[in-house]
């Protein structure tokens, strides 16, 4: 199972990597496993701020459709278009072009309450 240390993770089986204000968000390697073929992406909540574990997209799979959970407060930015045309890049690299949405964080205090890889491995294995 493929855990990038320098990422936080979410027990919905969201990751988050955070530049500066800014948070990149994707499913994990497990998730994506869990769910199979990924065939569709669906996020129509771009412009808009959430609160945290608010759902803001979908992923779709051949055997089910499954709810994103966003991983803090704050605004989505960005939307990963490749994923329109090529969802299951998803599948093929979670942790890279496989990544969701970017975000605008809005309380860094939430940052603490992410999980860092070892909890999130104990999460999955559990």
């Known amino acids: ?11 919905d089986h969201e990751w988050v990597r955070i530049e500066g204000d800014t948070a990149t968000v994707g499913i994990t390697d497990f998730a994506q496993g869990e769910l199979g073929d990924i065939v569709y992406v669906e996020v129509e909540t771009e412009g808009e701020t959430l609160e945290r ?10 055997k089910t459709v499954s709810d994103l959970f966003l991983p803090l407060t704050g605004e989505i930015i960005a939307f990963n278009d490749k994923l329109e045309a090529e969802p299951e ?16 964080i809005e309380d860094k205090e939430q940052l603490k ?10 999460v999955i294995n559990a």
Request: no cysteine; charged share 35%.
């Open 1 to 11: 199972m493929n855990l990038p240390d320098d990422l936080k993770y979410t027990k």
């Open 53 to 62: 574990e608010e759902v803001f997209g979908t992923v779709e799979a051949v």
């Open 89 to 104: 890049v998803v599948n093929k690299d979670p942790y890279g072009d496989g990544w969701i949405i970017k975000m605008k």
């Open 113 to 122: 309450d992410l999980l860092d890889a070892k909890a999130y491995g104990e």
